[in-house]
Each structure stands twice: as C-alpha cells, then as structure tokens.
C-alpha cells in the first residue's frame, strides 16, 4: 500500500488538485483506446459527494464503489492502468444509470458521457459469467425487435387469459424458477386483445386548423406492450392541431443497446430510425418514452467518429421531443373536460434527469379541470426499471420498486402517471407484490390522462381503462 | 507509527480473516480497486489507499472491528459520508477504514422530549425529514446537509449556516454511545442536557476520531419556527456588504444566518445552478431570520434598513419556500460550484473576528493581487473567491489554481497559508468547522504553542495510549504517549506541578 502521490513535504501527501486529472492514459489497462471514458471528464469531479443521496445503488448499500464518485473513481484507475477485475467490471453494471446524479452534481460532471464510454469498455473487455451472457444475448434478441415482441404478445396474453398465470403465481414455482426468468413473468403488463394491438394508420390528420406536421416513434416495449399510449398520443396530437405522420416500418431507437454498451447494434438501429424520419417530412420527431428520447436527443454523439453521419444523427436529434414537451411548446387549443381524479406524478429518470423535462408533464396535468397534482416523496430516485436493468440485477431493482411503491401509495392518489413503459411494468410489478393495498391504485401514461381529458370519458372509465386494473 | 511501520502484509491477512468471521465475508473490502475508491474524502488533494475497509452494521460489530485492531496493533480510522473538507477521515496505509455508512437507522425521534437518538452513518438532512411531520428539525446544517454523516459532524464538531444563532454540533449533542480506543462501550451523557461531572462529551465531540467511533447519537431537536423571512441583498463590494453585517448585529438583531459571497463565488454559482443573483454585484448577503412572526416581522424592516444605509443596490425577498431554496442553493453549492469556473481549488476555513470582515477581506484580495503575504513567498495572480458565514467572521476563501501549470499548486497552497496567518494575526482560528484533520496539522503551532499542544496530546493520550485511533491527525508531529513530548529536557511543566501526568 502507498500513498498516491510522492511526498513533497515530508510524510504529508502532497496536494495535486482536486479528483485529480488522469495522469496518462494506459491502454494496458482495462480500457482500450477506442472512446475511453475522457480523462477531463474524469477530472472535473470534485468528490464533494452531493451525488450518493440521489444514487439508487449508494442508497441501498452505502457503499463508496456502487455511487457515481465512486464509478468515477475506478474510471479513473482503468484510465490508469488498472486492469478489468470482476469486482470493477461489476461495480459499472451495477449502475442503473439513471443519471440523478447528473442532476445533483454542482460540478457539472458528465457522469452520463462517462458511463456511456464505460459500458461499451466493459462490454469488449470483460467477459461476463454465462448466465449473464446467455440473459443479455436473449434480451437483445428481442426487446429492441418491435415484431418480435409482437409476437411474443399472444403466448403471454393466452398465459394470462387462461388463468395459468394466477395458478402459476399461486404455486410458488415461480420462487424456484431462476430469479430472472421470475422477474420477466412478473414485469409483463396485463394485455388486451390483439385488436388492442392492430397498428396505427401511416398518417393522423390534424383536428381543426393544422399546427404543425410531427413524427411518431412507436417505440418496441411502448408498441407491443402498450399500444394503448400510442394511440392516445396520436389522437391527443391530432386534437391539438398536429398531423401525426406513423411511418410503418420504423424499428427500435437503439436505446436500449446504447445504455448496454452495445455500440455497433446501437448505431445500426439509430441508422435506420434517422433514415426513416429523415424522409417522413416532419417538423418534430414526437416520442413518448423517456429512455428512447433520451438517446435520440444524442444522436449525434454517438456517431462522433463518423463526420457526415453525425451531422444528420444532429439534425435529426434537434428535431426529437417527448410528447410532453411538444404539447407545453404548441400550447392548448383543444378543450379540456374536468377529471376528477388525484394523480401522483412519477418522474422517470430519463425524462427528469436525462432530459431535463419535469416541468412540462405537471403543466399538462394541472391544466386538467378538476385533477390533483401530488408529489411523490424521493422523487429523483429510480424505481429499478432503468431499461433492461430489473431484468439484468433483480437484486437491486426490487427492492428499489418496493421504495418507489410506498412511496407512491403514500401519496393516496387514484392514478400513477409516468412516462415511460418500464416504470410503469416495474411499478406495476413492486405493488403486485404488495397485494390489495398495491391493487387500488390505478396506472396511467401521461398523455392518456390528456386524451380521457380531451375526448371528455368520465374518469371512472378511464380508471377502469387502467392498465393494472384486476 | 512506528508500532505499524514494518508491518508485513501477512499480519494485515490475518486481521482481514478475523475480521471476516466478525462482519460477514460482504462487510470486508480488500480488492485493491475497491480499496481505492475509499482513498480519500471531501478534501481530495491527499489520497491515502486503506489497507482494508470494513462496513459494520451495530455497535458490538464497531466494538469487535476495535478490539481486533488493538490486539494487531493496527491503526483505525472512522468515516461516515466522506465528505470532510480537512482530510479527517485520510485513512492509514497500514490500517482499517471503518465507514459508518451503513449504520444509518434513525433509532427514535422523540418530538415531545426534542430529542432524535441516531446512529452515526445517518444524513444529517434526514434527521430533519424525519422530524418535520411534527414540526421539529435538527439546527446544524453544514453545506453538505443533504450527504454528510450525523457521526462525521460529531468527529469535526461541524457548523453551517445558521450556526449563528443556534450554535455548533457540540451545543446540539446531548448523548453519544461510543467505542473507546479500547474496544470498550462507552455511554457519554444521555437524553438530559449538561450531566455532572467533567465534561467529557465536549471533549469527544470535535475530537476528530482520535478518541473513540461514535456508534450512536442523541441530538436536540428544535420546534420549528413559526415564522422564516429570508432576503439577499446585493452591494457593490464586500466593504460595505461587511458594513451591512456589522451594522445587523450592533443593532442587536441575530440573524438565524447571515452569508456573504463575493463576486468570484457568485459567477461559479451561477454557473452551477443559475440561481439568478442580481447582475453586476460585488457582493451578495443572505440575510435569514427566524422566530415568532412579530419579532421577524419587525427586525426583518430593520434588516433592510441597514442593507439599503450600506448602499445595497438591490434587495430581493423570497416569496416562497421555493424562492428561499434557490436563494440557498447558490450559497450551498458554491464549494463545489467553483470546479466549473476553474480545474482545482482549495477550500479553506478560518475564522476572524466578524468586525476585521473588511480589513482581512482587503489584505485577502492584497495576496490574490499579487502583493506580499505576511510570512509567506507571495506569490501572484492566485484568484481567490470568497464565501462565508459572516454573521460569526467564519471565512471560506476558494483559492483557484490549475494543477496542470507547474507551480501553481504550490502557489495556491501558499497563498491558502498565508490567509490562516492573517486569521491568526487578526485574533481569530485557522478553523471554524472544518476541523484540523490532516490538512491543518501543519498549522497547530501556528496557533498554539508546544506546551499547548502537549497538554491536548496527553488528553488523547489517555484515551488512547496506543496511539491507534486516527493517527496522524490534529497534531503536527504524531508521537507515542509514552515519548517524552518535544524539545522539553526535563520534566513537562504540568506534570511536575501535579496538573497533569504523563502516560
């Protein structure tokens, strides 16, 4: 053991700036040198630690190594030599990234460029144990495969329908099932018919005076999962002046492959989405997932070392917007019919923290005659869901589901509103593990409590639209 | 210490394994990537990999970490959040970090009897949380309220904005359960304030870890006031932002917090969290007062009175909890808010008597200009931006340096000297809450003589004969308790007059 730096004053560490910068970059160490995390990024951190509280993984377990300084730290050592260990590799995926921490941090660090970088370090560099490879390998497989997904919708659907899944829960079988294939089952929201599920026209004329002409991403989980937010978007759009252009054959954003590190998939789905939009002639490409607008909003980092791409991946992303955003920016014109309903509104990390978009959704839902607005306490902390992460760490992302459950039924709201498909399976899943008092709250995306609003549905039918509703 | 210094890696093994069977195989780190990510604190200019951390979860696994190290004669060092700013939790290089950070239960919150009891590794913050459903909260409330560790702010005696009125953790601690250097379980005080007896409570709390790890806290809580008005003011220098200050308190009004920022702190603010403070200001106060609706009222008109005699250009007064919480968060982020306005600073902390505000402030801005410092090489063009707690002169100068310069760093460690010298030369302290830790051991004899520093040398000494709890820290020059201290020949004067007895 040593002290990092040689002594200038006798037995006292010299003093070398604050996390000090990266020395040199050593590519014998455990990154190589294709987009290392960068060392002045590294360097701005401060070690304040202003980040742990809001750090799901520092809230759990207390520990320096699972918190953003504390990532950035061993950064900062693979940048230094150290090598790839199953400790370190361990410590970065067990990030939900979730970038609170971005949000707390009064340095500015640019923990989310950081990450990036690092996942996709650790995907080259290290090999994962075989399950874990076999999980990620069945994952991406499908989930960023919309038909695939598709697909898979009348197998659960018929689980779910024929009453297996309740004798399937009761049993406890689902206890001696590997804890990921347990946590799967669970997280697959209740779905409707397939008629429920049929595919929106190409094109949604406007009501009324045209505002503006924007672009729909159906996204994977969001199309096949729920299919009922795609179409209140649509038609939400539409009522507010918009032609809605769906263009059919549209795949997934990428998003998912680049939160995983998986580079080269990621490029070659956000190739074909930029490809899609690029012709559509669209003023704004409208998306309704926080964690896919997050990623298209940076389109044009992720193509940095291809000049003309990136110059388009730009132009696209300038043009990317959640749902929300786009409505506060066009201003209302549709009328709004009371709701009478308490909502607790649930920031999604990549909406709030991500995007910077917290603001928009309240405006739209307090502009609601007669609905109450409620907070919900530890607001900026993840509820596990983070992409694929309760999938990939059910350890962490459970219990981080049942915080943000408690926390939403102590709020006493009728709704649950979100924007973002897997809080709203994750959320969904933590109050099924609480039983009755989890089942008396309803879910909702955003922009369907907007839609029951403007198409003026009692409130009670839109309770029993809900999605959890038993 | 020279019990550690040939210690072999073997011996360090074998403590790890008991220390294993003590805490569970998952409470004991020794890989060496984890083990660097705990190699320093808040102050990150000194970075010391510990040798093993451990993360207990009760006071018997804290007591049993304790006896461990002493039978190994290995040095232990305590730490909570790891957001001190003078290097008091360093850890040793042959030794055990022992992070609190998971002894974080709130044990009870006993409104009627305004008392919380806490284990140490609990936020500060969420004392209050925990206490606001029935209208109470805890008063100290350093800058890092929001992470910082109950424990941590017990180790450094830590202040924070309204200090002013209410006072520093000591005054806010009124029972503490704790490991004594000998892996004894210890209780100091209890739920009643001010128990008989010597008062050794007060010597525990701002002991800096060097005699004994808290493992449980009973703190004060306060009735929440009935009434909070909060405004800032902006002046065109901090002359007469300090007049102002002076002017507050003569008049016989006690703010719950006054702060002050200057132009420099101002724009990393800014920067950080565009918290909006009026364009073209030389200086910011923060003037906050709490108490009975009435008596706010009325000093509140006062307050403002003196800011406008003083020629304050601009007074804004928050309308809201929200507007309060944006004027707050500008002065709370401004440590850290200053990495955007320049690659590395140092946080320093002193304390001057609140009406040498003006002359020290000049004589500050004196070095930064480039003027010779007293005592010191005087280096030039260091920046140094100003924050602090002005209501009780308790200063927090940022000095602005680029590492990757050659030279600047120690030119910014000089000029940060050079101001704890005029915190001295003014009648103040080179700490107002901070603490000394291993950053400011250098400067002890600055302050204090040898006789002094020998006298609190054998209270530790009795405490902790072996020397193994935090070593290295307050002192300049770390001894063992049975070596006859310093340059004295003879015997020490305190002993020889029976005040004292040397270990």
Redesign the interface.
């Known amino acids: 053991?040593?002290?990092?730096?040689s002594s200038a004053?006798g037995?006292?560490?010299v003093?070398?700036?604050?996390?000090?910068?990266v020395a040199t970059f050593d590519p014998s160490g455990a990154f190589d040198e294709h987009r290392p995390p960068d060392a002045a990024l590294v360097?701005?951190c401060?070690?304040?630690?202003?980040c742990?509280?809001t750090c799901p993984t520092y809230v759990l377990?207390?520990?320096?190594?699972d918190s953003p300084?504390?990532r950035i730290?061993?950064m900062k050592?693979a940048l230094e030599g150290?090598p790839m260990?199953d400790?370190?590799a361990g410590?970065f995926d067990a990030c939900l990234g979730c970038m609170a921490c971005v949000t707390a941090?009064?340095?500015?660090v640019q923990y989310d460029k950081l990450i990036e970088a690092t996942r996709g370090q650790v995907e080259r560099n290290h090999r994962r144990p075989l399950r874990q490879r076999l999980l990620r390998e069945a994952i991406f497989a499908t989930f960023p495969h919309p038909r695939r997904l598709r697909l898979l919708r009348g197998p659960l659907r018929a689980y779910q329908a024929s009453g297996l899944q309740r004798v399937v829960r009761r049993s406890g079988v689902l206890r001696r099932l590997p804890t990921v294939i347990a946590t799967m089952e669970s997280l697959a929201p209740p779905l409707g018919p397939s008629s429920s599920a049929r595919p929106l026209p190409e094109r949604v004329s406007a009501r009324g005076t045209r505002r503006a002409t924007v672009g729909l991403l159906t996204g994977c989980v969001q199309g096949a999962f729920f299919p009922g937010v795609n179409a209140a978007t649509a038609r939400v759009l539409a009522m507010e002046g918009c032609d809605v252009v769906i263009p059919r054959d549209q795949g997934c954003c990428g998003a998912l492959s680049v939160h995983n590190g998986r580079e080269a998939e990621a490029k070659k789905f956000a190739r074909a989405v930029i490809e899609t939009f690029e012709s559509a002639g669209v003023e704004r490409v409208v998306v309704n997932a926080a964690g896919c607008g997050s990623s298209m909003k940076e389109y044009g980092e992720l193509f940095a070392d291809e000049p003309e791409m990136a110059q388009r991946a730009a132009a696209l992303a300038a043009l990317v917007r959640d749902v929300s955003e786009v409505l506060v920016e066009l201003g209302p014109v549709a009328q709004r019919h009371p709701l009478p309903v308490t909502v607790a509104y649930h920031d999604a990390c990549h909406l709030a923290h991500a995007q910077g978009v917290r603001a928009q959704p309240r405006e739209l839902l307090n502009a609601i005659p007669g609905l109450e607005l409620r907070e919900i306490a530890e607001s900026e902390i993840c509820c596990g869901s983070a992409g694929v992460y309760n999938l990939l760490a059910p350890h962490a992302a459970e219990p981080l589901g049942d915080r943000k459950a408690a926390n939403v039924l102590a709020t006493g709201a009728d709704v649950l509103v979100t924007a973002n498909p897997g809080c709203l399976m994750q959320v969904a899943t933590a109050f099924r593990r609480r039983g009755a008092a989890g089942s008396a709250i309803a879910m909702a995306h955003t922009v369907e409590v907007l839609d029951a609003s403007l198409r003026a549905v009692p409130a009670e039918t839109f309770q029993k639209r809900s999605l959890l509703q038993k | 210490m020279a019990t550690t210094a040939q210690r072999r890696p073997r011996d360090l093994d074998r403590l790890a394994a008991r220390l294993r069977t003590v805490l569970g195989e998952g409470a004991v780190i020794t890989d060496r990537n984890r083990l660097r990510t705990y190699e320093c604190d808040g102050l990150a200019h000194y970075k010391v990999t510990p040798a093993i951390v451990v993360l207990p979860h009760t006071t018997a696994e804290v007591a049993a970490v304790v006896r461990a190290c002493v039978d190994e004669r290995v040095p232990y060092v305590a730490r909570g959040s790891g957001t001190g700013l003078s290097g008091g939790a360093l850890p040793s290089a042959e030794g055990v970090l022992v992070v609190t950070s998971q002894m974080r239960d709130i044990l009870e919150t006993d409104a009627p009897g305004e008392r919380a009891v806490v284990q140490p590794g609990v936020i500060n913050l969420h004392v209050s949380k925990a206490a606001a459903p029935e209208g109470y909260y805890y008063a100290p409330d350093p800058s890092s309220q929001q992470i910082c560790s109950i424990g941590g702010n017990l180790a450094e005696n830590s202040g924070g904005a309204h200090c002013l009125k209410y006072g520093f953790t000591t005054n806010h601690v009124t029972g503490v359960e704790l490991v004594a250097p000998d892996g004894e379980i210890v209780r100091l005080g209890g739920k009643a304030p001010d128990p008989p007896g010597y008062d050794l409570l007060g010597a525990f709390v701002g002991s800096e870890g060097t005699l004994g790890i808290a493992t449980e806290v009973t703190v004060r809580l306060l009735r929440a006031p009935e009434a909070v008005r909060t405004l800032l003011a902006a002046f065109p220098s901090t002359d007469e932002a300090g007049g102002a200050v002076s002017a507050i308190i003569a008049a016989g009004v006690l703010p719950a917090a006054v702060e002050m920022m200057d132009a420099l702190a101002i724009e990393a603010a800014e920067a950080a969290v565009h918290c909006d403070y009026p364009q073209g200001a030389g200086a910011v106060l923060i003037v906050e007062l709490d108490g009975p609706a009435p008596e706010v009222e009325a000093q509140f008109g006062e307050v403002q009175r003196h800011c406008r005699d003083n020629k304050a250009f601009e007074i804004r007064i928050a309308a809201d909890d929200i507007e309060r919480a944006l004027f707050w968060k500008g002065r709370k982020s401004a440590f850290a808010a200053v990495g955007r306005i320049s690659p590395d600073y140092i946080v320093q902390d002193g304390v001057i008597p609140r009406t040498a505000l003006p002359a020290v402030l000049r004589r500050i801005a004196a070095l930064s200009d480039g003027e010779q410092g007293q005592g010191t090489e005087g280096p030039s063009g260091v920046r140094v931006a100003n924050v602090f707690h002005a209501g009780d002169g308790n200063l927090h100068p940022l000095v602005l340096f680029d590492e990757s310069v050659p030279g600047e760093a120690e030119k910014a460690e000089a000029i940060s000297g050079a101001i704890l010298d005029l915190c001295i030369e003014y009648g103040g302290s080179i700490t107002g809450e901070h603490g000394v830790g291993a950053d400011k051991a250098k400067y002890m004899p600055r302050m204090f003589t040898d006789d002094d520093l020998d006298t609190m040398q054998m209270l530790r000494c009795a405490f902790d004969p072996l020397g193994l709890a935090n070593p290295g820290k307050i002192f300049p020059t770390p001894r063992l308790c049975g070596e006859v201290p310093g340059r004295h020949k003879g015997v020490h004067p305190l002993a020889a007059s029976g005040v004292a007895e040397v270990f």
Do not use: I
């Open positions: 053991m040593s002290t990092a730096h004053h037995d006292q560490p003093m070398t700036g604050v996390v000090d910068g360097g701005d401060v070690h304040c630690g202003f742990l509280p377990w207390g520990e320096e190594m300084r504390g730290y061993l050592g150290e260990t400790s370190m410590h941090c009064p340095s500015g």
